[in-house]
């Protein structure tokens, strides 16, 4: 119910590796009026989980974690009027986890960020996301996976919906929202030398569809992807 078509976006997968949870303390609260934030310490992600196409299989998740190497998250989220929100946050934290790498033990630094906003007004809902991550020592890890892993990963989407229903019957507690998604994402923009990118990994996305809720927790989607 939280996001349009069937799949998230591919930069909320991909980019940004959806759902995903970790070990770990934070706090969180309000700076200023409208001005709130978020900030984490956890286990980090595992790098052996990394590949050309994504970094989403180096999420632990709390399971049978190793916890050889800590993470620092923080976001802070800013609300200027009634339906608008604007936002960042940061991702922070050494990959390897005491690991050995092609025969030697890595840091494999990840440093990931995004810019986000989002606007509703009545039916009308506009959104989009900007995500950029930095991999560090991506030539060891490309040597040890075998795969091209880049140091530099990014991309972004942006979104626009509408809830048609109460054009069509004021009052009501339905929704029909028509939706529209176009994203770029490129997670080979930077491989080391000696190692060729794989040129399917920089593509565009578009995702169009409906989504009907009959009631605010039930979502029935249709909608089509061309990538």
């Given amino acids: 119910t939280t996001y349009f078509g069937n799949l998230r976006p591919e930069v909320e997968r991909r980019i940004l590796p959806s759902t995903w949870r970790e070990l770990g303390v934070g706090l969180h609260g309000t700076i200023l009026p409208g001005l709130t934030y978020r900030t984490y310490v956890t286990n980090s992600l595992n790098a052996k989980g990394f590949s050309k196409s994504d970094i989403r299989s180096s999420r632990q998740n709390g399971n049978r974690a190793l916890f050889e190497d800590f993470a620092w998250t923080t976001r802070l989220d800013y609300t200027p009027m009634p339906g ?45 996301l900007f995500a950029q991550g930095h991999i560090g020592d991506a030539d060891v890890l490309s040597a040890e996976l075998k795969t091209p892993i880049s140091r530099r990963i990014v991309g972004g989407y942006a979104e626009a919906s509408y809830d048609i229903l109460p054009l069509l019957f004021p009052g009501t507690d339905m929704s029909l929202s028509p939706f529209f998604r176009f994203e770029r994402l490129n997670t080979q923009a930077d491989v080391p030398s000696g190692f060729t990118p794989d040129r399917l990994q920089n593509t565009t996305v578009i995702n169009t569809g409906l989504s009907f809720k009959p009631i605010p927790n039930v979502v029935i989607k249709l909608d089509y992807r061309n990538l």
């Fill in 84 to 128: 608008l929100l604007l936002g960042g946050s940061v991702f922070w934290g050494d990959t390897g986890q005491d690991q050995l790498f092609a025969g030697k033990e890595i840091a494999a630094n990840l440093r990931l960020y995004e810019f986000h906003g989002q606007y509703q007004y009545r039916g009308l809902q506009l959104r989009a």
